[in-house]
């Protein structure tokens, strides 16, 4: 136990800031306040943030993406399984595609192949019969986005046409041209 004495008195003496003390200890004050506002002003996130999820090009200036009517729009990430695929269909509004990884084949109506690899992008038009299949030897990723007539379901079954390569003459887009010239085979 701690017994206080009076007897004993402690002379405890205070330091008073010298004048060079004096101006510092504001400038440190200023410096540490500015160091803090600039701290929280590089950490707030920025008003509008673009998150890339997969990039695509296509080469075709003249894409159409046209709908009448109220419109649904489905964004979908795609997974295909090697071996996977979509089967005959048709889309009953326009579909812009990017593939993420991997690549996959499209079987178009003519019976003819499209290879899309990663990194492209290609547009699809209403109501064309046709199938995709994953012939990579791994999981490909894409993303779809879906613009259909409100209440249509983005992927409608269709059977396939039958055709073979070279014997059927559709319609190609530039895009379709400039990636058949590159890819193009058939079965």
């Given amino acids: 136990m701690i ?12 330091a008073t800031p010298t004048e060079g003390n004096r101006r510092v200890r504001p400038l440190f004050w200023r410096l540490g306040a500015a160091g803090l ?13 673009i998150i890339p999820l997969a990039v695509g ?3 075709d200036n003249n894409a159409i993406l046209h709908m009448k009517g109220a419109t649904d729009v489905l964004q979908s990430d795609l997974i295909f399984q090697q071996g996977g ?3 005959w269909h048709i889309h009953p509004g326009p579909v812009v595609v990017v593939i993420k990884s991997g690549a996959l084949t499209e079987i178009q109506s003519d019976g003819c192949m499209v290879v899309h690899p990663a ?16 012939q990579f030897a791994g999981v490909t990723e ?7 007539p ?6 409608i079954p269709a059977t396939n046409p039958g055709n073979t390569c070279g014997h059927y003459a559709p319609k190609l887009s530039l895009a379709r041209l400039w990636v058949a010239t590159a890819a193009h085979s058939c079965p």
Avoid: C, I, K, W
Wanted: aromatic share 8%.
């Fill in 142 to 148: 894409v993303y779809a986005t879906f613009l259909s």
């Fill in 150 to 155: 409100t209440g249509t379901q983005p992927l």
């Fill in 3 to 14: 017994q206080r004495n009076d007897a004993e008195t402690h002379d405890l003496q205070v």
């Fill in 57 to 59: 090009t296509n080469p």
């Fill in 85 to 87: 695929t979509t089967g």
């Fill in 37 to 49: 506002l600039a701290m929280v002003a590089f950490s707030q996130v920025a008003p509008l943030q």
């Fill in 119 to 134: 990194g492209s992008a290609f547009f699809e038009q209403p109501n064309e019969v046709h199938n995709v299949v994953n």
